[in-house]
């Protein structure tokens, strides 16, 4: 079974902080993912990458970086964290040439900033 | 561009009744379309699947038909029970595209009440 963690369930912090959110995964996915869940807009891409430091943006990228250091560990980076920041965070992975192109999800990071 | 277009809600219903989820879509080129899950608490589970017209993906009494000609992929459940309570989304993406990005609807809470 593909096994996609993140590294804290709930997280607060202030604004202007610099926050780190971190996914890892033990499938040897290539493909991994950021998002963004708030109510009634689902989930709304906020960067990926395909490969050991390629990273793209998604919609969303503003506020935001990434970082792909090796294959199993996508971190996403809040340089200066504001309050309209506040939301869940889900991380999720894709393998390449898998025919059932199914993403896997980590069970999220809800962040609250104050 | 690509978009996904589902029902609001929340749906609630008693525990046995029919359950109908309306999703459409919109995108550039052939997608293939899902149904993802959310149980309260976790991250996204897939739910089923189907990657051509007329396909029906099916998984735990819950179906969808792809249907090319209304761009439509609703989600049905005959019978349903108190466990199914959680949050329902739509999505889909086009093979080919950077990443395999997948869009999402904007999901739609269902409540069964015993």
């Known amino acids: 079974d593909v096994k996609v963690t993140q590294s804290s369930r709930y997280l607060v912090k202030r604004t202007g902080e610099k926050v780190f959110l971190e996914c890892v995964q033990d499938?040897?996915?290539?493909?991994m993912f950021w998002y963004r869940q708030d109510p009634g807009l689902g989930l709304r891409l906020i960067y990926f990458?395909?490969?050991?430091?390629?990273?793209e943006k998604g919609d969303i990228p503003e506020g935001y970086s990434v970082s792909r250091e090796k294959k199993e560990r996508f971190s996403l980076i809040l340089e200066s964290a504001s309050t309209n920041q506040t939301s869940m965070y889900l991380c999720?992975?894709?393998?390449?040439?898998?025919?059932?192109?199914?993403?896997?999800f980590g069970p999220g990071t809800r962040l609250t900033v104050l | 561009g690509n978009s996904v277009t589902q029902m609001e809600g929340p749906v609630t219903l008693s525990e046995e009744a029919f359950l109908t989820i309306n999703c459409t879509y919109t995108a550039t080129g052939y997608p293939s379309l899902f149904w993802y899950v959310q149980y309260p608490g976790e991250g996204l589970q897939l739910l089923l699947k189907a990657t051509k017209a007329d396909d029906k993906g099916s998984n735990k009494g819950f179906e969808a038909t792809y249907r090319k000609e209304t761009t439509s992929f609703h989600l049905e459940k005959g019978s349903v029970q108190v466990s199914d309570s959680a949050v329902y989304f739509c999505?889909?993406?086009?093979?080919?595209?950077?990443?395999?990005?997948?869009?999402f609807g904007g999901g739609t809470r269902v409540l069964v009440k015993p």
């Open positions: 499938m040897d996915h290539e493909n």
């Open positions: 990458s395909y490969d050991v430091k390629m990273k």
């Open positions: 999720a992975t894709l393998g390449y040439g898998r025919p059932e192109n199914t993403q896997y």
């Open positions: 999505a889909l993406t086009v093979l080919g595209t950077a990443g395999n990005k997948l869009t």
